[in-house]
């Protein structure tokens, strides 16, 4: 939670240092397309050479984004995909919604709204009546950023608390309640030591509380992953006491020590570096219509949806989709069935795994 929010306050910072830079650049004209998208000259504020006709938006996120037609720096990018989403879920956007959360100048918004308008001319189009640039019929967001799914994930990282409002792009924020869940608590110094672990390619010596133990266990362990099974963090080690790569949970470490050089290489994590392809269809007991209605809400395509997933995440992936182990289907559920069971049950987790 706390890295994510250091994330998006080095973004904002890194926006307003850009915009100070651009307040000392020439004026330019502007071109045909942004001016149908724009307020008569009387009421449009002078603009910045920061989008003449030579850069163009890619979707890196490094320091400059290269396409064909020449580079913008990563600010002014997310301001773009900023406007591009503001327009696909309000429907709506003007200057003092992009200067009001980026903290920048009138001038710099209406070069940000200009520029979107020359590489996305049919998306907008300029209501005078409310001085207001609306959505157009013919709208189709630029960026895979305005998608549904980032919309409900920042929509769900607001109600728990993980962004706050001026972090996300959202202006209406609907009514919206998720599961609760308990807080899966992880120590701020263990978290930072097996990181320093894994970036170094070192060995961390820990006390290991094991759920199958009454009291925690020394163990010398070289990490090389993080995964996430839905509740909780787990980082994916070589455990040097049992000789082979084991999830340990990141809340039941405790007393982590010094670090040590590690001959360990994690490409010789056979389960972590191999992927199992699952292929979920409709259940057979289904009706027609309802099997229209699983493909649909799965995403498929005729009749079929295909999930990779790292063998070491797999015993996790089944539980979250309401398998068994076996990757029969959980008593009840009767939505999905894994087509391929066949196939992939060599690599299903055996009895006491994970």
């Not at 200009?114 to 019929?137: G, I, K, M, Q, W």
């Not at 609760?180 to 672990?197: I, K």
């Not at 990757?327 to 009767?334: D, F, L, Q």
Request: hydrophobic share 35%; glycine share 6%.
């Amino acid at each position: 939670m706390l890295k994510v929010k250091k994330v998006y306050a080095y973004f904002l910072c890194a926006s307003t240092n850009y915009t100070i830079a651009m307040k000392n650049r020439t004026l330019r004209h502007r071109s045909p397309e942004a001016s149908r998208a724009s307020p008569p000259p009387e009421q449009e504020e002078k603009l910045p050479e920061s989008h003449g006709a030579g850069t163009s938006v890619g979707a890196g996120t490094s320091g400059l984004a290269n396409t064909d037609a020449g580079t913008v720096k990563w600010s002014q990018e997310r301001r773009l995909r900023f406007i591009d989403f503001r327009l696909q879920w309000d429907g709506r956007i003007n200057r003092r919604d992009v200067t009001e959360f980026f903290k920048i100048s009138v001038p710099q918004a209406s070069a940000d709204i200009a520029r979107y308008t020359d590489l996305a001319p049919e998306n907008l189009a300029y209501d005078t009546s409310s001085r207001t640039y609306v959505a157009t019929r013919a709208f189709a967001p630029r960026y895979q950023t305005s998608g549904a799914g980032q919309y409900l994930s920042q929509l769900l990282a607001l109600e728990r608390q993980i962004l706050t409002a001026d972090q996300a792009f959202l202006a209406f924020r609907p009514p919206v309640a998720s599961v609760p869940l308990p807080n899966r608590t992880v120590d701020p110094q263990t978290l930072s030591l097996v990181v320093q672990a894994i970036a170094s390619r070192a060995k961390l010596q820990i006390q290991y509380q094991s759920i199958t133990r009454d009291e925690p266990l020394d163990r010398l362990i070289s990490p090389h992953a993080f995964g996430y099974d839905g509740l909780r963090w787990h980082v994916r080690a070589y455990c040097h006491m049992r000789g082979g790569f084991r999830d340990f949970v990141l809340g039941r470490i405790m007393a982590p020590g010094a670090l040590i050089a590690s001959e360990v290489d994690p490409q010789q994590d056979v389960e972590w570096n191999s992927t199992v392809d699952l292929i979920l269809t409709p259940n057979e007991s289904l009706s027609p219509m309802q099997r229209k209605g699983v493909e649909v809400d799965y995403g498929m395509t005729n009749g079929m949806v295909t999930l990779p997933c790292r063998q070491a995440m797999l015993f996790y992936t089944l539980r979250t989709l309401n398998f068994e182990p076996s990757g029969a289907p959980r008593k009840g559920e009767r939505q999905v069935v894994i087509a391929n069971l066949e196939k992939i049950r060599p690599w299903l987790p055996k009895p006491g795994q994970a």
